[in-house]
């Protein structure tokens, strides 16, 4: 877990996460990037990878560059004020999938991916705000961030940048962040990175961001997937004298009054949660494993005795398992459904979702095991090799 210094991590949890940011100086001190400079330029030239170049030619003057990009752009790039943006690393890099480890202070199920970046000397992708929390690791060089809380607003944007550059930005803290340094940064507040070397290198920890209207449409898509919530509409006492086309404030409050008999049932609320925050965006749901067909498929006993010789096993990266506790009952997620857990054991599905990997000791009461054969087949477990 990252090493908090000034204040613990309590103090942390209470008065800073999303409220406003933390420079942890030396948080990580031994890290060290599992990935160089090279490797990251070489991913940025697959198809099934998503990545961006910014290229800053002056103050307000943006060039975006989407991926995949041929060998030939990283010739013709200036050798300053240019970046390289690299999406869902944890996904395609094990060792950087296993960083997350050391947020585990935050529930998993919050975490939307891990991007990393190189920046050449003066490479930045211009001052800007988002909507979700992230934390920035300085894995080698230096950078130098200048935050803001001020002009935070759509309206505060610089026109014709196919980037969203905040125009005015009053810097109220300026800061250098150096190799295993995390800076934590809020939603809604401005910040501006800016590459002080020629080896510069941040990792971006980001976490998911819900819109209410999101919620509210996959609460209204898992009630109607679960042929859930079918009480009626009652209508009010009708006055002797109305007016036949006025929907009336009494109508509008029995429609308030049923919507809201649905948002106090706690087991309802529960149980729809869990799907909406382990579903997997279009991205992830690309990238999610091919199952084992039937000639690949061994027999269930064959299975099983390779649970007792296996150096354990461990989760695709791109699967979200997260467990809930629903009327005495543990329900499990994954990818958004309600998993049947085929008699696993509780304990069971509060590891499986916890930890990236499951040990040999983890492996072995046979009531777990037609789960584990299961999300084998589909190969969102797979052997340790």
Not at 119 to 133: C, E, L
Not at 257 to 267: F, I, P, R, T, V
């Amino acid at each position: 877990m990252i090493q908090f210094s000034a204040v613990s991590k309590a103090q942390f949890l209470n008065d800073y996460w999303q409220q406003k940011p933390l420079l942890i100086r030396n948080a990580l001190p031994d890290f060290v990037p599992p990935i160089s400079a090279e490797e990251l330029a070489g991913l940025s030239l697959e198809e099934e990878v998503e990545s961006r170049i910014v290229i800053q030619h002056s103050d307000t003057d943006y060039e975006l560059k989407k991926g995949p990009f041929p060998e030939s752009v990283y010739q013709e790039l200036p050798e300053e004020n240019w970046t390289l943006l690299v999406q869902g690393m944890d996904r395609l890099i094990p060792e950087i999938n296993s960083l997350l480890n050391e947020f585990n202070f935050i529930p998993r199920w919050r975490i939307d991916d891990i991007m990393v970046s190189y920046a050449a000397v003066g490479g930045n992708v211009g001052p800007h705000y988002d909507h979700y929390d992230v934390f920035l690791l300085q894995a080698q060089g230096e950078r130098r961030w200048q935050l803001s809380s001020q002009h935070c607003t759509a309206e505060n944007h610089i026109e014709g940048v196919d980037l969203r550059l905040m125009k005015t930005f009053i810097v109220e803290d300026d800061m250098v962040c150096q190799p295993g340094d995390i800076l934590y940064i809020p939603p809604k507040w401005g910040h501006h990175g800016i590459g002080l070397t020629d080896d510069c290198m941040t990792f971006s920890i980001g976490y998911r961001s819900y819109q209410g209207q999101e919620l509210w449409d996959s609460l209204g898509d898992h009630l109607s997937e679960m042929s859930a919530f079918q009480a009626s509409y009652q209508d009010p006492t009708w006055s002797d004298n109305l007016n036949p086309g006025e929907i009336t404030d009494k109508a509008v409050t029995q429609a308030q009054a049923l919507l809201l008999s649905a948002l106090q049932d706690k087991s309802l609320l529960k149980t729809w949660f869990g799907r909406f925050a382990t579903q997997l965006d279009a991205e992830a749901s690309r990238q999610l494993p091919e199952p084992l067909t039937e000639d690949e498929t061994p027999e269930f006993e064959a299975f099983c005795q390779a649970l007792t010789e296996c150096d354990g096993m461990e989760k695709d990266p791109v699967c979200r398992f997260a467990f809930a506790q629903v009327a005495n009952e543990t329900l499990l997620y994954i990818n958004g459904a309600i998993w049947d857990k085929q008699g696993a054991e509780d304990d069971f599905i509060a590891a499986l979702c916890n930890q990236n990997e499951l040990s040999p000791n983890d492996l072995q009461r046979s009531a777990n095991h037609a789960l584990l054969f299961d999300l084998w087949q589909l190969q969102f477990l797979v052997f340790i090799e």
